[in-house]
């Protein structure tokens, strides 16, 4: 499925959701939305691969910019913004009373009472590999930004008129079409393995 982008190259934010059965030696997906899942074992652990429809919001390293992240939280606090864009719910029921560890991709995401992966957790708030490649994309849109202003401020406008100009102005619409291709490249979702491992 082709993948929506916004016009400014980032991902169109759709949340998926993954619901999964573990009380049986084999596990069953109970519900699975814009999201696909293959590989789900029960081998020492729930261990399954996830290929989404769309990244998520980067709210986490969001929240970790200087300046930026007490708005970032006043957002998520005062608003139904994560539950009508940004919503990645995992729940796991029929696990054994216990702690569980959830690894990504062989990445900590956190630790989780079974009641908690019942009533679902929702990993787009977290720091995730997927968090991690949308961080990515969203610098690379704001370097786009820059350098159009740039463009535009420091050549267009006040340069125009020189006989180089036209030349320049077209090497820099070049180099954005390549950050602009470069975007779009880097926000296609990849696969993903998870691992659920019960706490001794």
């Given amino acids: ?14 949340s998926h959701s993954v619901a999964i059965d573990a009380s049986r030696s ?19 652990g729930l261990r399954w691969s996830e290929t989404d429809d769309a990244l998520p919001l980067p709210l986490v390293q969001w929240t970790e910019t200087w ?20 919503e990645e719910p995992l729940s796991v029921s029929g696990l054994k009373d216990g702690v569980y560890s959830l690894h990504i991709d062989g990445q900590s995401i956190g630790t989780f009472t079974n009641d908690q992966l019942v009533k679902g957790v929702n990993l787009a708030l977290l720091k995730t590999p997927m968090t991690e490649q949308a961080n ?50 880097l926000a296609v979702p990849v696969a993903h393995n998870f691992e659920l491992v019960l706490n001794p």
């Avoid at 084999?26 to 020492?44: A, D, F, R, W």
């Fill in 136 to 185: 990515s994309v969203y610098q690379l849109t704001t370097q786009h930004g820059d350098l159009h202003y740039d463009r535009w401020r420091q050549i267009e406008v006040p340069l125009g008129t020189l006989t180089d100009a036209p030349a320049t102005i077209t090497a820099l619409d070049l180099f954005e079409s390549r950050i602009v291709e470069k975007q779009q490249q």
């Fill in 67 to 86: 300046g930026v992240g007490p708005t970032v939280n006043l957002v998520v606090g005062s608003s139904d913004f994560v539950a009508a864009l940004d």
């Fill in 1 to 14: 499925m082709q993948k929506p982008y916004s016009n400014r190259g980032m991902p169109v934010p759709s």
């Fill in 26 to 44: 084999q596990p069953k997906l109970s519900h699975v939305e814009h999201t696909s899942i293959t590989g789900l074992t029960n081998n020492e």
